[in-house]
């Protein structure tokens, strides 16, 4: 985490903007064959996942690498990525604000939602 510290203050920008993705590991579905590995009891009733579950110690790393392959194949403009939130970074307003706009449309058109 120090190591996005530090490359961020190392940009020196003037305006900075964050974007979070909303419920990021649930708009992760799980694929079919994979489900039964989730599965759980609950007063006596079984119950799986079809979404990616938080708690899960590798869906942080399921999740930032998912989302980094979803920026990089958008052609998204520079930015720092930590898990679901998003820093971009300008010399304006306007550059950042559109950055940030060119990053959230890419994460929509990939079916994820904004908060």
């Known amino acids: 985490m120090l190591e996005l510290q530090y490359e961020l203050e190392s940009k020196a920008a003037?305006?900075?903007?964050?974007?979070?993705?909303?419920?990021?590991?649930?708009?992760i579905p799980l694929?079919?064959?994979c489900r039964a590995q989730?599965?759980?009891?609950?007063k006596g009733v079984q119950y799986t996942w079809n979404r990616l579950p938080q708690g899960w110690k590798?869906?942080?790393?399921?999740?930032?690498?998912?989302?980094?392959?979803?920026?990089?194949k958008g052609e998204a403009p520079e930015?720092?990525?930590?898990?679901?939130?998003?820093?971009?970074?300008?010399?304006?307003?306007?550059?950042?604000?559109?950055k940030g706009e060119k990053i959230i449309q890419i994460l929509l058109k990939a079916g994820f939602a904004i908060k």
């Open 14 to 27: 003037k305006w900075y903007a964050t974007i979070d993705i909303a419920n990021a590991f649930f708009s």
């Open 31 to 33: 694929a079919a064959e």
């Open 38 to 42: 989730f599965a759980f009891t609950w």
């Open 58 to 72: 590798h869906s942080p790393t399921i999740c930032h690498g998912l989302i980094q392959t979803t920026l990089e």
């Open 79 to 98: 930015h720092l990525q930590y898990i679901d939130d998003i820093i971009v970074w300008g010399n304006t307003a306007g550059e950042v604000f559109e």
